[in-house]
C-alpha cells in the first residue's frame, strides 16, 4: 500500500477544488470513446483547480489470467522482448496524445486488473508514471491531500485510491 502526501495551493481562499477520478479507459478496446476522454481531460487542463487520479486499466491488455499464462512460457529468456518493446511503444504514444498535456494536474496513476509486466518487473502503469514523472499509486493507495492558502492548510483529505477490482463483477461457472 502506498500514501503519498499532496498539496494543492489555491490562489483565492473561495476556490473550488475538483479531482476527477479516470479508469478503464481501455483505449485499444473497439468500445473506446475518444471524444468522452477528450472531454474529461479538457476539464482538467483548462479548470486552474481540477485534478486528475488515474484509476487503472489505461489500456486492456492483460488481465491477471493472461498474464499468468505469458509467465508460465520460459522455455527461452527473450521471447518476450519484442512484445515489452511493442507496450513501451503503446505507452510512450499514450503519454503523448492523452496524459502530456495534463501530466502537471494528475496526482497519480493507480494500478488496476489490465496491465502488462515488463521482464524487469516494472508495470505498464508504472513505465507512464516514469515519463509523467508523477507517482505511482499501486493497488492500493492512500493520498493525504493538503489544500492551503497562502501557505496555512484550509483542509486535509484522506482518500482511498483503488480500481475496485477486489470484489469482483465478473463469474463463471464453475
Known amino acids: 500500500m502506498k500514501l503519498i502526501d499532496y498539496t494543492i495551493k489555491l490562489k483565492n481562499v473561495t476556490d473550488r477544488v475538483t479531482l476527477i477520478p479516470f479508469g478503464c479507459l481501455h483505449a485499444d ?32 491488455f492483460l488481465r491477471g489470467t493472461a498474464r499468468k499464462h505469458l509467465k508460465s512460457y520460459t522455455a ?14 503503446r505507452a510512450s504514444a499514450f503519454y503523448k496524445e492523452w496524459l502530456k498535456p495534463i501530466e502537471h494536474k494528475i496526482i497519480g496513476l493507480a494500478e488496476g486488473n489490465h ?21 505511482y ?30 470484489a469482483g463483477g465478473y463469474t463463471r461457472i464453475g
Open 137 to 166: 499509486l499501486d493497488k492500493p493507495a492512500f493520498i493525504r491531500l493538503h489544500i492551503n492558502y497562502q501557505g496555512r492548510a484550509m483542509r486535509i483529505l484522506k482518500i482511498l485510491v483503488h480500481h475496485g477490482d477486489w
Open 29 to 60: 478496446d473497439p468500445g473506446f470513446r475518444p471524444q468522452l476522454l477528450r472531454e474529461c481531460f479538457a476539464r482538467i487542463k483548462d479548470d486552474p483547480n481540477a485534478y486528475g487520479i488515474g484509476m487503472g486499466d489505461y489500456h486492456n
Open 76 to 89: 527461452d529468456e527473450n521471447s518476450f522482448e519484442d512484445l515489452d518493446n511493442l507496450i513501451r511503444n
Open 115 to 135: 496491465y502488462y509486466q515488463f521482464k524487469q518487473g516494472m508495470t505498464d502503469t508504472q513505465y507512464l508514471c516514469e515519463f509523467m514523472d508523477c507517482p
